[in-house]
C-alpha cells in the first residue's frame, strides 16, 4: 500500500469525482483510477461503487483511517521543522459561527506576527457540524460549545459568554428593569436551536425546574443563522451576547435574564493521536488571545489561567 493510493481515495471523496481528484493532485484522471484500483485489488473489497460514485461501507472506513494516516505524515514534517525553532505548516481549525466573528480576527492578527509561516484554513460550523470533522481527521482543532458528548474528543475550556434574550429596541419588554425573570420566556415564541443540541440542552434545562416550556417558533441548528432570522424580524431569541454585531448594536438589545446559565466554549483536540507543531502553536496562541486580551467582548467571560 502506498501513500498515493489513499492521496487518490481521499481526494475523490473530498471533491466528488475521478477528474476532480485528479485537478486537485496535478496528475491525470487515469492515474487516479489506477491507485483507487491498486487499492481495492490489495485490500479485496470494492472501495467506490462505481455506478453512484459514492464509497462502499469499506470505503468509509479506509478514508477515514486514511485521513489520519495523511494527517501523521504532515504532522511529522511540520514536528521536524519544529527542531529548527520554525513553526511550519497548514492548521485547520473549526469555529462556531458567532465565535468567529470576534476570535478569528484576533487569531490572525498574532499568527502572523509570532508565526509568520503558518498558515491557517478555517471553518466555520455548529459544533454538531464541526464535531465529526475533528473526530474523523478532517480539522486539526476546533472551538465548540461544551460540553462534548464524544468520547473521540478531548476539550479545554476557553471562556464563558452570558446568555441574553435579543429582542428589537421597540420591543415592550426593553422598558422593564434587568435582569428580567425566567418566566418571561414562556410567554415569548423564540426563534429555538434544534433539540437535541448542547445549547438548546442547557436551555431546557435551565426552565425545566421552574415548569417553563419554550414554544418556538421554528428550530433551527445554527446559532448565527438564528440571529440573523432575529436581525431581520422573524422572532425574539435566546442567544450568545457576541452574536450581536455593532452594525445592530442600535436596533437590537440585549436583556439579561435570571436563571440562564452561561454558554461555555473550549478548543477540542482528539483524545488519541499527538498533535502536530503547528497545531500546538496555534492551541497556544488560541488560549493566550482569550486569557491575554485587555478588550474582550462584553460579556465574555476568559476560564482561569491554569498554565
Do not use: K, Y
Not at 487516479?32 to 464509497?55: M, Q
Amino acid at each position: 500500500m502506498e501513500l498515493r493510493h489513499l492521496q487518490a481515495l481521499v481526494a475523490i471523496t473530498d471533491h466528488g469525482t475521478f477528474s476532480a481528484a485528479a485537478d486537485h493532485l496535478g496528475t491525470v484522471q487515469s492515474n487516479v483510477s489506477a491507485h483507487v484500483a491498486r487499492l481495492e485489488r490489495e485490500l479485496g473489497v470494492p472501495l467506490i461503487d462505481r455506478a453512484t460514485g459514492h464509497l462502499t461501507e469499506e470505503g468509509h472506513v479506509v478514508v477515514a483511517r486514511g485521513r489520519r494516516v495523511l494527517a501523521e505524515l504532515d504532522a511529522l514534517v511540520a514536528d521536524v521543522a519544529a527542531c529548527r525553532d520554525e513553526v511550519t505548516g497548514t492548521v485547520r481549525v473549526g469555529v462556531i459561527g458567532t465565535t468567529g466573528r470576534w476570535l478569528v480576527p484576533e487569531l490572525l492578527a498574532v499568527v502572523g506576527h509570532r508565526h509568520p509561516n503558518l498558515r491557517l484554513v478555517v471553518v466555520e460550523g455548529t459544533t454538531t457540524g464541526l464535531e465529526p470533522q475533528l473526530a474523523n481527521g478532517q480539522l486539526d482543532l476546533a472551538v465548540l460549545n461544551l460540553p462534548l458528548p464524544s468520547r473521540d474528543l478531548v476539550a479545554t475550556q476557553l471562556f464563558t459568554e452570558d446568555l441574553v434574550l435579543v429582542v428589537p429596541v421597540d420591543h415592550p419588554l426593553t422598558s422593564r428593569s434587568l435582569p428580567l425573570p425566567l418566566g418571561i420566556l414562556s410567554e415569548l415564541p423564540l426563534l429555538l436551536p434544534l433539540p437535541g443540541t448542547t445549547f438548546r440542552d442547557e436551555l431546557d434545562a435551565a426552565v425545566r425546574p421552574a415548569g417553563i416550556t419554550l414554544s418556538p417558533v421554528a428550530e433551527i441548528d445554527g446559532l448565527r443563522l438564528i440571529a440573523s432570522l432575529t436581525f431581520e424580524g422573524h422572532g425574539p431569541a435566546v442567544l450568545p451576547a457576541t452574536a450581536i454585531p455593532a452594525s445592530m448594536r442600535d436596533r437590537f438589545r440585549p436583556l439579561a435574564v435570571e436563571g440562564l446559565p452561561p454558554r461555555r466554549v473550549g478548543v477540542a483536540l482528539r483524545s488519541r493521536g499527538l498533535p502536530s507543531a503547528p497545531t500546538r502553536a496555534l492551541l497556544e496562541l488560541l488560549q493566550s488571545v482569550v486569557q491575554d486580551a485587555d478588550d474582550l467582548p462584553a460579556g465574555l467571560h476568559a476560564a482561569v489561567d491554569r498554565r
